[in-house]
Each structure stands twice: as C-alpha cells, then as structure tokens.
C-alpha cells in the first residue's frame, strides 16, 4: 500500500481540524499572513492610512536635516557609475557600496558648510542706483576702520609696476621695469625687503613659500628670498617675459622672447621641460589652476594650451582675429575671458573648448584680465579698471564697479581671500575694495593667511612630499582616476609598429673562438647575419599575420588559353 | 548715495589666530571643491607616497623565543590568554612562554621521542600532549605547587598517536594515528574508533563552529571528514599527493584549508568537495602547516622552502612572505588570537614572533595617527590598480634560492601547458579535453 507522507509546516492557532478526503489523506488548511514576517512596512502603512482623516502630527524624530541640492551640486565629484550593468552580482554590490560611499562624503561635505565662519562680501544699494556709480570713496566710508585701510596708493618713480599676491593672500610682490623690487606683507604694511636690481624687470613670481621671490630680468632669472639676498641666477632661462608658478608641481612655467617655454622645477632645480613653442614673441600668459597648464596668447589670436611633458600645444582655440591683449582662466577652470585689440572680449568654456559663450565690446582694448575667487572679471581698460560680476553664464550689460585713476593700468591680480584688487600702475601701486570677489573662508590646510613660522615650515614639507610630476599635467585632471583604454587609433599604431622593428646590433664576437675554426672572419659574420635576417623576417611575418594585411594584392587571373601551363604558379602557403 | 549697504570680507586676527602659546593651532577648513585644485593628482601622489612608506616600515619580525635544545614540532594557542604559547620540540620537551616578556616559564621532558602534537583545552586550564611512546598527557597550565608539574593523567593508546584536538564545547578530545580516535575526559579508553582504510593518519582538526565535524589529513593522499555523533566516517577526499596539515576557518563552518606537499595549498567547501574552491599558490616546496587568522579573513601558511605566506583566503597568491637568513624549514606556525601577531616555530630550535601586518605600528595609535593611516589605506585601496602603486604594494625580496625555484617552476608550469596545447592540437578533437586547474588535483571524493 501507498504510504501517505504528512507533513505540517505551519501550525496556527486558529487552525481549523484536518479535514480528510476521500483518499485518507489529510488535508490541512493553513492561514498564513502574507506580512508575517515583515510587519514593518506594511505595519506603518496601515497605520498611515488609519490616521488619514487625523491633523498630520509633525513627527517626534524627524530625523537629519536635508541638505540644500544646491550645495550637494557643488560638492558632487560626478555623476558616479551606475551598478545596473555590471555583470557579476558581487563586483555590482561592491560598486553599489562604493558609490553610496562617495555619496555620503559628499553629503557630509555639504553639511560641513554649515561650519563656516564668515559671509561673503556683498554691495547693496537703491532699487534706482547702480553699482557702477560707487567709488572707493563711499565704500571707505562704509565699511569698518580695518577694512577701510585696504584701499591704499603707492606712489613710486621707477615706471610701470607689475604686482602679484602670494598664495595666501598675506603678502604682496611689486617690481618695475626699472629694476625696483619690493616685498612687504601688505596686511601690516610690513616691508620685507626693497631693493633695486639695475635692470629692467620684466616679471615676477612668488615661489611655493613668501621667503623666495622670482623675478625675470634683462638677462637671466634670479631668485632672491624675502631680504633681498640673491640665491640663485639661472641662465639657463634668459629673457623671459613672463612667468606663472605652478605651486602643487613646484614648476616655474615661463616663456621667452624667442618664443621658447621652460618649465624649472624649483625643488630640484632642473628644467622639465624646454621647447620652441614656434609663436614667436608672445607676452600674454596665464596658467589654468584646474589643470596646471598654462595658456598662451599670440599676436593671430589664437589661444594655445601647453604642458611641460608634451611639445605640441594640448590645444587651441582661434579666439580672435587680432593679436590678443589679455588672457584669464577663472579659479574652477571654467570660463577663459580673452580680450583683444578689436577692443572686444569673449568668453569660452574652457572645459569643452566651445564657445564663446558670451562676447562683449568694450570702449577700448583691454590691457588685462582677471578673474577673482568668486568669478568676478576684473577688465583693465587704460586708466579705468572695470569690475564685472555674473559675466560668464550671463550678459552683463553694466560693470559692477568701475575705477577710475589717473595712471595706466599695467597689471592687476585680485588678492585670494579677500576683497581686494591690487592694481600695479605706471606710478606705483594702488590697492581697491571690491566687495563680494574674494573667498570668505579660507581651509587654512591649503593657505592660511593667518600661517606662522612653523606653520609654514610644516606645509611646505607637507607641499613638497605631495608634489605632483610634472608628467600629470594634462587637459583633464581627472585622467589619472580613469580606466585607460588604448582607442582603435593606438592600437592599430602599436601593432604597426611591429612592421618596423629595428634590425637588432648584432654581436659578432664568437662565444666560443675554437667552435668557427677553419672559417674566415667574413665567412662567420655571413652566417650571424643571415641568420638575424632570418628572424627579422619572421618577426615581420607574424606582424603581418596580426595586422592581417594582404601581402600581395592579388591580380586578377588573366587567361592565356592552353598558353597557361607556362604562367608561373604562386609559391603554395604553408 | 546714503543708501549703500556695503560688506567686505574684515576678519579679526583674534578669531584664526591661537590666543596663547599652550593653545593648539586653529585649523578653519573649507571643503570647497574649488579651493583643492587638482585633486585626482594630488590624491595619487599622496597614494604613491603612502604605498613607498608601508614598505619603508615593513619589519614584520618582533623577535624570537630561543631555549628549546632541538627543533619545534608543535606548538599549542592558549584559547584566552594572548601572551601563553606552549611548544613541543623533537626532543620530547615541553615549554610553556610568556610571549609579552618572551621568556620561558616552564620546560620539562615530557615524552619519550618527539613531543608529536599539543593542545589546550577550551577553559584554558590545562593542555594535552601526545607523543612517539604512544601517550596522552594532560598537564595542568598553571604550576602552583610541585605536585602540579606531574601530569594529571597520562592515558596509554595502543597505537602511535601523531596528532589531537579538542572539542570546543564538549569534554572530548580526538587523536589520530592509524585511527582517529574520541576520548573523553574522564575514561582511560577511547570511546570511538573511526577506521578507514589502513593508512596513518598524522593531522586531525575539530571545527570550531560545528563543533561535532572534525577532519583528518592521512598519509594515503586523503582528508577525510568525520562527525563525532555517528559511528563512522563521513566523507574522503583523494588528492594527488598527501595534505600536511588542515586549518577550520574560525569563521565560516563549511570551509577549511588544507597545507599540501604540492606546494600549494588547497580550501575546501565540505558542501562540495569534488573540488577546492580555490588554490593557493607561492611557495616553493611542501606547505607544512597553516593557521587561520581569527577573522577567517587571512592564513598563514609555514613551508620547508623556509619562508611563512601570509595568504587572504579568497585570493590565490599570497599577500606577503617572511623569512629571515637563520630560520630553517618551518614546521609549524600559528596566528594569534588577538589577530595581530604570527608565531612561527622551525628547524633550528627557534620560536619566532612576527607582525602579522609588516607594516603595522605597534602600541597605542593617536588619534590623529590613526586617521592618517586609515587615509593612506583608502588611498592605497582606491589607486590600487595603477601599475606604479601594484608595482611597489607587490615588490618583495626573496631569497635566492626561493627565486630560483619560482623561475623554474614558471618554467615548468609553462611547459606543461606548452606541452599540453601541442598535444591537443595533434590528437583528435575532444581527445585531450580541457580540465580546470582546480580539478586537477582531486583523484576522487569518497562517500
């Protein structure tokens, strides 16, 4: 007889008695509810909809705040992958961790905004008046005692002064064509030193620290620290024109009179790179602080993109049809504003190399640009310095500020971390308050202007540890965190390049003397040879088997009639 | 123009600046994305840097325990204190160590021959050993008074016994020798006998999970699988050449490892074993012995090419080797239960201790230390795949002889495959069939 299995898997309270069948076999009924196991969800929903007719009580926890999508934008380091079409489900799950990783860093990141300390600055009047109608004046009687004591002139003789800001925005470098050179912390009014060189210079340049100065003299560039003293002349780079320091690579990028760049890294004091970049004279220079290369303008109006690793521009962009007069690149390496003689000024998206974007005409052509921490273009037009705020994504029909002087404008350098434009004039040195152009909370991990003595010395150890080869400079920074995938192009130039091998150096001294006895010199060298030829060919065989290239091209078959016994048959493939 | 409304950035010193010489530096940060410029290069650097100094600190070796007057056959983890090891040499003497101070507490002789295997019990009260003369003896851990230093009880087996293990939660104990034996505590008899076949057995384990499964290596090529609650044995498994030693993953039940004269070594679902689940390879002579790390995570594996592997357990190539000038053949080497240190014991009468990570720091981290480490590790972990980084994370020296041996194993191994494609090509289509590396070892698997 058949044996009845029974068996009961679940046994519940109301369960109702067995009922039997007409087999004998019993049959139990059982209740199981489908939410028994997770009452959670289901639960709470139930629970929701009961209380619907209820006033919706704010709930006790609400837990975390949201976080501005604003904000989180800013924070995002891209999109991230998506897990869908990964095909193992453990790299898939792993890669789903990672990624809620990353997003949690950024929130966290975004949340941290909450910490900082000070307001960005800001320029507030009438409905009816404008901005542009402000000068320096009222803003100093506006603003507090401390803030008033950085609008400031300079009144110097030794003609046309070019200014820069160090890193941190504490100390302030002026030079002259005249050979004055000067460094003070212009904060505290605290000169460091002031000397003259009894040359004409022709730029300068904060190195990493503000104890060394770089300046490009008549000949050579000299290196002074922050009393003056001379440590180094280098020869190697003459006549330079103009120089930009690339502080997370310790490179001085500069380009001579020649035309011809050099990238010096001061670390080690070696040239890493030195070329002809075929332009001629060109004294319109800017670095790109996304990517640490540097921009070129030259008198076709063509704006080029170089690093110190590669002899051909990275890229170029036909910007105007006129010389250039200035170039800038703002701090996020968006936006490049180029100016030129056709007195007009054009934005590009520098990222895409596409544009412009926006394209303004001006009075006069400018005689230089800058963009300030929070993207506000300083444009030089002869004597008046013209602010404009919102001018990349945007038209801007007026300037923010403008400003007004009695002196031409030689070059300007808005200070990092603060309100303030430093302009270097034809007699001297002027300092302005612009409000709302500088970064208000400064990561005193990256420059502090606040920094001691040992501080500094600190960073700079830090710095140099993490200094970046000068290899990585490139179009996108992100590169090195990217798969690298060889495109089509590389890997059929890689395989072509197996076709052309170079013959190998063959060594014909004999291993063994006593093994060629009997043979003469020529006689063993003809073997050596033939048989090196015999493996080069072999070699090219099995390149050509894997370009699969046709050897031969095959001539179509030409009929001789019986006459076709006597055509050469083709030499049968192995 | 009365009407103006104007704010600029005026910080007040005050508030970035420390306001006397004991305070600590204040650090505002911001973590803008635009303020950090090239990020992607820096944090490569930053990783390349962190990977050059993990193996600038690489010194795995903490010290030695010397004392024993012949070479280290065995040695035994106490199952609660860190610093108590004891140790078996071939001499049939017995120390105990305190491995904080790394000194010897306690040496007798205690067997005739070689002190074959040692094993504490689950409360940590005493230890077992068993030797060549064909006893068991259990020794009290602590010595308090003279009486103490006599065994507590020596039980007399009637064959050789080479190897023992205790069960974690009960009072038994197995030993094998031409059989797996049970004993219980209190008997002077073994309660079980588990035969099969008649080939010695010389290593034998209890799973620390399931408590009842405990496997044995035999010296016919096989391991064989045995649950205490039944009368016979479960399951063999025939390799191609005999298994040394077998460690239980202390984490996962059904996975155990298996130390093979091949050189490699072998890990082993007992769901499925007509297969391992992964090989481990590197060393170049017979793996003698391994011990899983407490996390289940790692193993550590002692080879007569002299050298320790340190392995993770899902991965087939080992991730560090440890060897020094004087250490000869290892014979036996233990992870300990803190995760953190390798013991290792070898032929030339030497106990050694190193890091279990070669380049850990050891003591108490600062906070600030620990996040900087824990940093460097992300960045090693994110930027572990470019060729620089896995270049300098996998660069190890290794003795000559070790390197030599590896080139002609390269060797040999490509000229099998070689070998092997020639003769596929040659014979019959489906002739020469493919066979996947991991069941090339496996002879049969018995039920």
Redesign the interface.
């Known amino acids: 007889m058949k044996v009845e299995k029974k068996k009961r898997y679940f046994q519940n309270e109301d369960e109702k008695k067995p009922e039997s069948n007409s087999d004998g076999v019993e049959v139990y009924t059982i209740n199981i509810k489908p939410n028994a196991r997770r009452p959670k969800r289901p639960g709470n929903l139930q629970k929701i909809n009961k209380r619907k007719d209820e006033v919706k009580r704010p709930p006790k926890y609400p837990g975390k705040a949201p976080v501005d999508p604003k904000k989180l934008e800013?924070?995002s380091?891209g999109e991230g992958l998506d897990a869908q079409n990964v095909k193992h489900p453990l790299h898939a799950a792993k890669l789903r961790k990672r990624e809620n990783k990353l997003h949690y860093a950024q929130k966290q990141?975004a949340r941290?905004?909450i910490?900082?300390?000070?307001?960005?600055?800001?320029?507030?009047?009438?409905e009816d008046?404008k901005t542009t109608?402000?000068s320096q004046k009222?803003?100093a009687e506006?603003?507090?005692i401390?803030?008033a004591t950085?609008i400031f002139e300079l009144n110097l003789d030794f003609g046309p002064y070019r200014a820069k800001y160090s890193r941190n925005g504490r100390h302030l470098l002026i030079g002259s064509q005249k050979g004055h050179l000067a460094a003070f912390d212009w904060v505290t009014k605290k000169l460091h030193c002031e000397i003259n060189v009894m040359e004409s210079i022709h730029d300068i340049s904060w190195l990493h620290v503000e104890t060394m100065i770089a300046a490009a003299q008549k000949e050579w560039l000299y290196i002074y620290d922050n009393n003056g003293i001379e440590l180094h002349c280098i020869k190697r780079m003459d006549k330079i024109l103009r120089m930009e320091f690339l502080p997370?690579h310790f490179l001085l990028a500069a380009v001579n009179e020649f035309g011809f760049m050099s990238w010096l890294d001061i670390s080690i004091g070696e040239i890493v790179g030195h070329y002809n970049n075929r332009l001629g004279r060109t004294s319109v220079m800017t670095q790109n602080?996304?990517?640490?290369t540097v921009c070129l303008g030259n008198s076709k109006g063509v704006v080029s993109i170089w690093s110190p690793s590669v002899r051909e521009p990275l890229a170029k962009i036909l910007c105007h049809k006129t010389p250039l007069t200035a170039i800038a690149v703002d701090?996020?390496?968006m936006y490049m504003a180029t100016s030129g003689v056709d007195r007009s000024m054009k934005i590009w998206d520098i990222r895409n190399l596409d544009g412009p974007i926006q394209h303004y005409k001006l009075r006069t052509a400018p005689v230089a640009l800058e963009f300030s921490?929070k993207d506000m273009l300083a444009v030089g037009l002869g004597e008046v310095v013209e602010v404009y705020n919102n001018c990349c994504s945007q038209t801007a029909d007026r300037p923010y500020l403008r400003h007004r002087m009695g002196k031409s404008i030689n070059n300007f350098k808005f200070c990092p971390?603060?309100?303030v434009l430093g302009i270097g004039t034809s007699h001297g040195f002027s300092s302005i308050?612009v409000?709302?152009s500088?970064?208000?909370?400064?990561?005193?991990?990256?420059s502090?202007?606040?920094q001691?003595k040992k501080?500094r010395k600190e960073a700079e150890v830090k710095a140099l540890?993490?200094?970046?080869?000068a290899e990585?400079i490139t179009l996108n920074?992100?590169?090195?965190?990217e798969v690298d995938v060889p495109s089509m192009q590389e890997q059929m130039e890689a395989k072509k390049k197996l076709l052309y091998v170079k013959p190998k150096k063959i060594d014909y001294t004999p291993r063994l003397k006593n093994k060629n006895k009997g043979k003469t010199n020529i006689a063993r060298k003809k073997i050596i040879k033939d048989a090196a030829r015999k493996e080069y060919i072999e070699q090219a065989k099995e390149a050509q088997k894997l370009l699969e290239l046709p050897s031969e091209p095959s001539a179509p078959k030409q009929s001789f009639g019986v006459l076709d016994r006597f055509v050469s048959k083709p030499k049968s493939k192995k | 123009m009365s009407n103006v409304k104007i704010k600029v950035i005026s910080r007040n010193p005050e508030d970035y600046m420390r306001a006397t010489k004991r305070d600590i530096h204040k650090l505002p940060r911001n973590y803008d994305p635009s303020l950090h410029p090239l990020e992607a290069p820096r944090e490569y650097v930053r990783a390349l840097n962190a990977v050059k100094l993990e193996r600038v600190f690489a010194k795995p070796f903490v010290g030695n325990l010397d004392g024993h007057r012949d070479g280290v056959s065995s040695m035994a983890k106490h199952p609660k204190r860190l610093a108590v090891l004891a140790s078996g040499a071939f001499d049939g003497e017995i120390r105990v160590w305190d491995l904080a101070v790394r000194k010897c507490t306690r040496n007798f002789v205690a067997h005739e021959g070689w002190v074959r295997s040692l094993c504490y019990t689950p409360n940590g009260e005493s230890f077992t050993s068993v030797g060549d003369d064909k006893t068991i003896k259990l020794w009290k851990s602590e010595v308090q008074s003279s009486d103490d230093e006599d065994p507590l009880n020596t039980l007399l087996s009637l064959s050789v016994v080479t190897g023992i293990t205790h069960n974690r939660v009960k009072p038994i104990f197995a030993t094998c020798g031409e059989h797996c034996q049970l004993w219980e505590n209190t008997r002077n008899e073994p309660v079980k006998v588990f035969k099969w076949g008649v080939d010695s057995l010389h290593h034998v384990a209890f799973n620390q999970i399931e408590h009842n499964l405990l496997a044995s290596c035999a010296s016919d090529r096989s391991i064989i699988l045995y649950d205490c609650r039944e009368s016979g044995p479960l399951r063999k498994v025939v390799m191609e050449l005999r298994s040394n030693a077998l460690a239980w993953n202390p984490m996962e039940a059904f996975i155990f490892t298996v130390a093979n004269e091949d050189y490699n070594l072998y890990t082993f679902d007992v769901r499925k074993l007509n297969h391992p689940i992964n090989i481990h390879v590197d060393h170049t002579s017979a793996v003698i012995d391994v011990d899983y790390a407490p996390t289940g995570r790692e193993f550590v594996a002692g080879s007569y090419d002299k050298t320790i592997r340190i392995f993770e357990s899902l991965k087939g190539h080992s991730r560090d080797v440890y060897h020094t000038k004087r250490m000869q053949r290892l014979t036996c080497v233990k992870w300990s239960l803190d995760n953190k240190y390798i013991l290792s014991g070898s032929d030339e009468m030497n106990i050694r201790m190193w890091k279990a990570r070669a380049s850990e720091k050891l003591g108490v981290l600062k906070p600030r230390e620990r996040t900087a480490l824990h940093y460097a590790d992300a960045l090693k972990d994110k930027f572990a795949n470019h060729p620089q980084i896995k270049r300098i994370a996998r660069h190890r020296h290794v003795p000559k002889h070790v390197y030599n041996a590896q080139k002609e194993l390269r060797i040999i191994k490509e000229k099998n495959k070689r070998k092997e494609a020639n003769r596929r090509a040659h014979s019959k289509k489906g002739a020469v069939p493919h066979i996947s590396e991991r069941r090339k070892h496996i002879v049969k698997e018995d039920e």
């Open positions: 800013n924070h380091r990141a941290a905004e910490l900082l300390t000070e307001q960005q600055g800001s320029l507030q009047v009438d008046a109608a402000i009222i803003i506006n603003v507090d401390a803030a950085k997370y602080p996304y990517n640490a701090n996020r390496g921490q971390y603060e309100d308050i409000p709302g500088g970064e208000p909370n400064f990561d005193a991990l990256e502090n202007p606040f001691t501080q540890l993490e200094k970046i080869p990585l920074p992100f590169e090195i965190t």
